[in-house]
């Protein structure tokens, strides 16, 4: 209630504003006049009514009020929820022009930003400010030395780790514009963007293989949510694990299976063959082909659950996706590479100023704006919504549920109506592919098998006469276009086979249809076996099946709350995650402070301290022997070169110590302190192995090596 008044008076002082836009008569200057006001203000309001006017000139479209008003608020400062379908895209343009500084206008992926980069690109030329799209194969030193790029948020995470491992060029952090920013920031979170480093680890591929043997030993058990914390261990069970949590531990009775397994004095020695057992054990329990990755060209290939689009280059911790690989028996990928990594939590918090737009903002307000410190605003709708939505059709089994999709297909559907048909992942959209096949009903599939034809498969799926059949990949950012004839037919009929465990998902869903003022419909058909029922503790779903048989009871209502439980969960999890990051990014700011402070002095300043006399001595005699200008070379390129290797290792460390922490059941409180301790203590050690080892290759250099590296 609070925030819908903050919100009024938000868009209150908005639309005063965009009032004044009015005031600047600008239609009747020539187009030079244009580009030389634009230039030359510095009054953001005449900036806005330029801007607009040059919209409506080079691409014939006339900004309405609502689009002016989200414009403002970004470039004030805010991130803005604007329905889908009411031209975010020029909005983000316009933000770009106004701030007339280097941004990333990122996209959900790289078919949206060539297409609006397209669509754009006339309006950035008029006012000769440099644009280009992001992709793969672009020289990235010419790429990012334009004033705007439109990049996927994947493309352009990599690119910076690519950076910072191998500078090329300075990379900009000025201003970032994101299109579906709940997605970026809340619903890919958790998600880890690496890249491989020359820097290697073994993992012992044996001790995977290993895992795989003996796992059959192991009686794992499913514990409820309510439980997982509390969990009374059983004498017969060796292992838990929660999918509502994402995480699996061994019992006590797991501990001494694993010691007579392997011997005690064995096992305890080798914390390797303990990390192989754990991520087997939640990669055979907790990650599932279809719906967590694919197999593609033999390799495990990442999906997205949140938009059920591949995440091609990502990968997860060494050990859990080496567990999975092994699972399925493709080549290793990750036997040697220590790997970069970084989250879109952190990496986007680096850029000076982070704005960006969604259609679901409003259920997660408090997120960014306790978290990001970013202002929310949500911006009313242009266009009222002739999408009808029908109430969820329930079903006791999920055999019922697809039994009615086919005889409402068959005989309930308007004539030619195209249908769209929402599964929640590819191994369920390929079983309804496949089914309305083998009943003679055409459909054509969206899933990430098919990603490469999504253009002509979202082209035909608004014709009249369509059936297509697609993952929750059209989710977000997709523009369906409906011909003549459909919008006679009540438009584009979306069914959707699940309720999504974030209510934003089903909400983005049904954007797909009725948009910009067309007709549509919308339905839920839910059956009781689906796995969001899967999140309900063991007492709510007794209660739950018994009020069923007795009475008549509000399953929507129901679902809802699941929803909520789930959404509350995430956000403390994605809070202590991005604190945890957090922590990680000063414990690399105060290494490279340090790196600077001992680029300030020279081997001098380490001689001191060392405490090997024979190491001493050699390094006094080095530094004699080469002089005062090749030593000052010499210890730089050490310092450089032997603190970069250290902090990969010590980032490995830490990122495994954040990925067992949630093991020790600690509070929040307690995590957080834990691993502040835990960082200080790493930091002193890596500090001390790293003067070691300039102490050490400095004693060991060779005059004739150095001469020639130089």
Same mark, same amino acid.
């Given at each position: 209630?609070?925030?819908?008044?903050?919100?009024?008076?938000?868009?209150? +002082?908005?639309?005063?504003?965009?009032?004044?836009?009015? &005031?600047?008569?600008?239609?009747?200057?020539?187009?030079?006049?244009? &580009?030389?006001?634009?230039?030359?203000?510095?009054?953001?309001?005449?900036?806005?009514?330029?801007?607009?006017?040059?919209?409506?000139?080079?691409?014939?479209?006339?900004?309405?009020?609502?689009?002016?008003?989200?414009?403002?608020?970004?470039?004030?400062?805010?991130?803005?929820?604007?329905?889908?379908?009411?031209?975010?895209?020029?909005?983000?343009? =316009?933000?770009?022009?106004?701030?007339?500084?280097?941004?990333?206008?990122?996209?959900?992926?790289?078919?949206?930003?060539?297409?609006?980069?397209?669509?754009?690109?006339?309006?950035?030329?008029?006012?000769?400010?440099?644009?280009?799209?992001?992709?793969?194969?672009?020289?990235?030193?010419?790429?990012?030395?334009?004033?705007?790029?439109?990049?996927?948020?994947?493309?352009?995470?990599?690119?910076?780790?690519?950076?910072?491992?191998?500078?090329?060029?300075?990379?900009?952090?000025?201003?970032?514009?994101?299109?579906?920013?709940?997605?970026?920031?809340?619903?890919?979170?958790?998600?880890?963007?690496?890249?491989?480093?020359?820097?290697?680890?073994?993992?012992?591929?044996?001790?995977?293989?290993?895992?795989?043997?003996?796992?059959?030993?192991?009686?794992?058990?499913?514990?409820?949510?309510?439980?997982?914390?509390?969990?009374?261990?059983?004498?017969?069970?060796?292992?838990?694990?929660?999918?509502?949590?994402?995480?699996?531990?061994?019992?006590?009775?797991?501990?001494?299976?694993?010691?007579?397994?392997?011997?005690?004095?064995?096992?305890?020695?080798?914390?390797?063959?303990?990390?192989?057992?754990?991520?087997?054990?939640?990669?055979?329990l907790l990650f599932k082909n279809g719906k967590d990755y694919i197999i593609q060209d033999n390799q495990i290939v990442l999906i997205n659950r949140a938009n059920g689009r591949k995440m091609v280059n990502s990968k997860l911790d060494a050990q859990l996706h080496t567990a999975i690989e092994i699972k399925e028996n493709v080549p290793v990928t990750l036997k040697n590479s220590l790997n970069y990594s970084m989250s879109y939590q952190v990496f986007f918090k680096k850029y000076k100023n982070m704005v960006g737009m969604s259609g679901t903002i409003y259920s997660a307000y408090k997120e960014f704006e306790e978290l990001y410190k970013v202002p929310t605003v949500v911006i009313p709708s242009h266009n009222e919504s002739k999408r009808i939505d029908y109430a969820d059709l329930i079903f006791n089994t999920k055999k019922e549920k697809y039994e009615y999709l086919?005889?409402?297909?068959?005989?309930?559907?308007?004539?030619?109506?195209?249908?769209?048909?929402?599964?929640?992942?590819?191994?369920?959209?390929?079983?309804?592919?496949?089914?309305?096949?083998?009943?003679?009903?055409?459909?054509?599939?969206?899933?990430?098998?098919?990603?490469?034809?999504?253009?002509? =498969?979202?082209?035909?799926?608004?014709?009249?006469?369509?059936?297509?059949?697609?993952?929750?990949?059209?989710?977000?950012?997709?523009?369906?276009?409906?011909?003549?004839?459909?919008?006679?037919?009540?438009?584009?009929?979306?069914?959707?086979?699940?309720?999504?465990?974030?209510?934003?998902?089903?909400?983005?869903?049904?954007?797909?249809?009725?948009?910009?003022?067309?007709?549509?419909?919308?339905?839920?058909?839910?059956?009781?076996?689906?796995?969001?029922?899967?999140?309900?503790?063991?007492?709510?779903?007794?209660?739950?099946?018994?009020?069923?048989?007795?009475?008549?009871?509000?399953?929507?209502?129901?679902?809802?709350?699941?929803?909520?439980?789930?959404?509350?969960?995430?956000?403390?999890?994605?809070?202590?995650?991005?604190?945890?990051?957090? =922590?990680?990014?000063?414990?690399?700011?105060? =290494?490279?402070?340090?790196?600077?402070?001992?680029?300030?002095?020279?081997? +001098?300043?380490?001689?001191?301290?060392?405490?090997?006399?024979?190491?001493?001595?050699?390094?006094?005699?080095?530094?004699?022997?080469?002089?005062?200008?090749?030593?000052?070379?010499?210890?730089?390129?050490?310092?450089?070169?032997?603190?970069?290797?250290?902090?990969?290792?010590?980032?490995?460390?830490?990122?495994?110590?954040?990925?067992?922490?949630?093991?020790? +059941?600690?509070?929040?409180?307690?995590?957080?302190?834990?691993?502040?301790?835990?960082?200080?203590?790493?930091?002193?050690?890596?500090?001390?192995?790293?003067?070691?080892?300039?102490?050490?290759?400095?004693?060991?250099?060779?005059?004739?090596?150095?001469?020639?590296?130089?």
């Amino acid at each position: 209630m609070l925030y819908k008044f903050i919100n009024k008076i938000r868009l209150k +002082n908005i639309y005063r504003q965009i009032k004044k836009v009015e &005031k600047y008569n600008v239609e009747n200057m020539s187009n030079e006049d244009l &580009k030389q006001a634009y230039k030359e203000s510095q009054n953001i309001i005449c900036k806005l009514a330029v801007v607009q006017e040059a919209v409506y000139r080079i691409l014939k479209i006339r900004p309405y009020k609502e689009q002016l008003m989200c414009a403002y608020a970004l470039y004030k400062g805010h991130i803005a929820e604007m329905p889908t379908g009411e031209g975010k895209t020029l909005v983000a343009a =316009i933000v770009a022009l106004l701030l007339n500084d280097i941004v990333h206008i990122v996209t959900v992926n790289d078919y949206l930003a060539k297409r609006d980069y397209i669509l754009m690109k006339p309006l950035y030329d008029f006012f000769d400010v440099t644009v280009d799209y992001n992709c793969k194969n672009k020289n990235k030193k010419n790429l990012y030395a334009n004033q705007v790029i439109y990049t996927s948020s994947s493309e352009l995470i990599f690119d910076y780790l690519r950076n910072e491992l191998k500078p090329v060029f300075q990379f900009p952090l000025n201003n970032v514009i994101i299109d579906e920013i709940d997605f970026v920031l809340l619903d890919n979170a958790l998600s880890k963007f690496s890249i491989a480093t020359s820097k290697y680890e073994n993992i012992n591929i044996k001790n995977f293989k290993i895992a795989k043997e003996i796992m059959p030993m192991f009686k794992c058990k499913e514990v409820s949510r309510r439980n997982f914390n509390n969990y009374v261990e059983e004498e017969d069970v060796h292992c838990v694990y929660s999918e509502y949590y994402g995480t699996a531990y061994f019992t006590e009775e797991g501990m001494k299976l694993i010691e007579k397994i392997f011997g005690k004095d064995t096992f305890y020695k080798n914390i390797d063959l303990y990390k192989a057992l754990l991520a087997t054990i939640e990669a055979n329990l907790l990650f599932k082909n279809g719906k967590d990755y694919i197999i593609q060209d033999n390799q495990i290939v990442l999906i997205n659950r949140a938009n059920g689009r591949k995440m091609v280059n990502s990968k997860l911790d060494a050990q859990l996706h080496t567990a999975i690989e092994i699972k399925e028996n493709v080549p290793v990928t990750l036997k040697n590479s220590l790997n970069y990594s970084m989250s879109y939590q952190v990496f986007f918090k680096k850029y000076k100023n982070m704005v960006g737009m969604s259609g679901t903002i409003y259920s997660a307000y408090k997120e960014f704006e306790e978290l990001y410190k970013v202002p929310t605003v949500v911006i009313p709708s242009h266009n009222e919504s002739k999408r009808i939505d029908y109430a969820d059709l329930i079903f006791n089994t999920k055999k019922e549920k697809y039994e009615y999709l086919l005889y409402s297909l068959k005989y309930k559907r308007n004539k030619n109506q195209p249908i769209l048909i929402i599964t929640g992942n590819d191994e369920e959209s390929n079983k309804v592919h496949e089914m309305l096949k083998n009943n003679n009903i055409h459909s054509n599939l969206l899933n990430s098998y098919t990603e490469d034809l999504e253009d002509e =498969i979202i082209r035909k799926a608004g014709i009249h006469g369509a059936i297509t059949v697609s993952t929750n990949m059209v989710g977000r950012g997709t523009d369906i276009k409906i011909d003549e004839e459909t919008k006679k037919k009540n438009g584009l009929k979306l069914i959707c086979l699940n309720r999504f465990l974030d209510k934003r998902i089903d909400d983005q869903v049904r954007g797909r249809t009725a948009r910009q003022g067309d007709i549509g419909e919308c339905i839920f058909y839910i059956s009781l076996e689906d796995d969001i029922f899967n999140y309900m503790n063991s007492s709510e779903y007794k209660k739950f099946i018994k009020s069923i048989k007795t009475t008549k009871i509000n399953i929507t209502k129901i679902l809802d709350k699941i929803q909520k439980d789930i959404n509350l969960r995430n956000y403390k999890v994605r809070k202590i995650n991005y604190i945890l990051d957090f =922590i990680l990014e000063q414990q690399k700011l105060s =290494i490279e402070a340090w790196k600077e402070y001992l680029k300030e002095k020279d081997m +001098n300043f380490i001689l001191k301290d060392v405490e090997n006399k024979k190491i001493k001595k050699s390094v006094y005699n080095n530094y004699l022997s080469f002089g005062k200008e090749l030593s000052t070379k010499l210890y730089l390129s050490l310092v450089d070169f032997i603190i970069s290797e250290q902090y990969l290792l010590l980032r490995s460390d830490m990122e495994d110590i954040k990925h067992y922490l949630q093991y020790y +059941n600690l509070s929040e409180k307690d995590a957080i302190t834990e691993y502040e301790r835990i960082c200080n203590k790493q930091v002193d050690k890596f500090k001390d192995i790293t003067l070691e080892l300039i102490e050490n290759h400095f004693a060991t250099a060779k005059i004739d090596k150095i001469r020639w590296g130089g």
